[in-house]
């Protein structure tokens, strides 16, 4: 990371550091309802870069990645309502859950040679059976769904994930950071190289000697892992969840859309789209709610325009492009 962070140059190093300092410093003059926006806009980046490294440097494409994000969801408030086991120790079975899971797509997807649209079939396929499952199990609370009360006593407790606004805050925005962090170290690493390797030629790859079964099972490992960890801080952080709401399609392709326009195989792709479309979808929703007018289907009508409008005039996404006009370099890209 370091390695990046130098290579970049200072025309890169003051906007990034200038961006970081502002969102450190934010709670300091954001409401309430401000916060949440931008709490929610680094949820969404944090795994829209889970789901980047799966598919903008591996070429896997899933599209029910929600899948991984209800499983870790489920496991960490089962733990923590049946057991008492809090967030940070059940943070461990939920990314094994999840990756276990991953493991069992990637192993039948990669071995029968589904590839393509029918693996991302095969996605849908385990994430629809899953929200069946948990619809109709008595322990996940079936279709009535799985609430976690807050307890006024245990507001405090940041440990075990029982805070206000503020937590969530700083708890995603460490995500996000991280997430960076490791798609840099992955993106420029052996394993990295391999996985776009494979993205561009599979066959060409093993010519070469790569293992490509083991280099795109790796990125679905790590891909559904971070994703779990995601599904954590859902659960945490909305203290609800149905079967219906958490493992539906619509919910994977909200996560996607931030890599999406942002910029497919990069770095800060991810976090550049969740922070254009996360806010318009959120105003647009508030403001419909202000007026009374009951519109189903707005927010995603916007986002297929905007994902129309970039594909259009940026076919590999914003940040490629605004990399160049700050002058970031390819390594930043």
Known sequence: MIELWRSIG????????????????????????????????????????????????????????ALYVGLGGYVAALLWLDFGVGPWLSVFPAIAVGALFGAAI????????????????????????TRIACD?????????GLFMPYVEKLAGE??????????????ALLLAAAA????????????????LAVREDERAARTLGINSFRAKMTAVLISSGMTAVGGVFYAFYYNTLFPSQVFDTNQ???????PLIGGLGT?????????????????????????????????????GLTLMVIITL??????????????????AS
């Open 10 to 65: 200072w025309r890169g190093q003051v906007p990034l550091a200038i961006a970081l300092f502002a969102l450190i410093c934010a709670p300091v003059i954001a409401d309430r309802y401000l916060l949440s926006v931008l709490t929610l806009i680094l949820y969404l980046a944090y795994v829209g870069q889970a789901w980047n490294l799966m598919m903008g440097y591996a070429g896997q494409l899933s599209l029910g990645h």
């Open 106 to 129: 990637g192993w039948l997807g990669f071995r029968f040679h589904i590839e393509g649209v029918y693996f991302a079939l095969l996605t849908i396929a385990f994430a629809e059976f």
């Open 136 to 144: 109709n199990l008595a322990f996940t609370g079936g279709s009535a």
């Open 158 to 171: 940041w440990w075990n994930l029982r805070g206000g606004q503020l937590l969530f805050y700083y708890l």
């Open 180 to 195: 960076i962090v490791l798609t840099a170290h992955l993106a420029h690493s052996r394993l990295g190289y391999y996985w």
């Open 252 to 258: 994977s392709i909200e996560l996607i859309l931030a």
């Open 267 to 303: 770095v800060f792709g991810p976090i550049v789209g969740a922070f254009l479309l996360t806010p318009v979808g959120e105003t647009l929703t508030t403001l419909a709610e202000r007026l009374g007018v009951n519109l189903p289907g707005t927010k995603q009508v916007f986002y």
């Open 314 to 331: 940026r076919p590999t996404g914003v940040w490629p492009w605004m990399a160049r006009v700050l002058g970031f370099g390819n390594r």
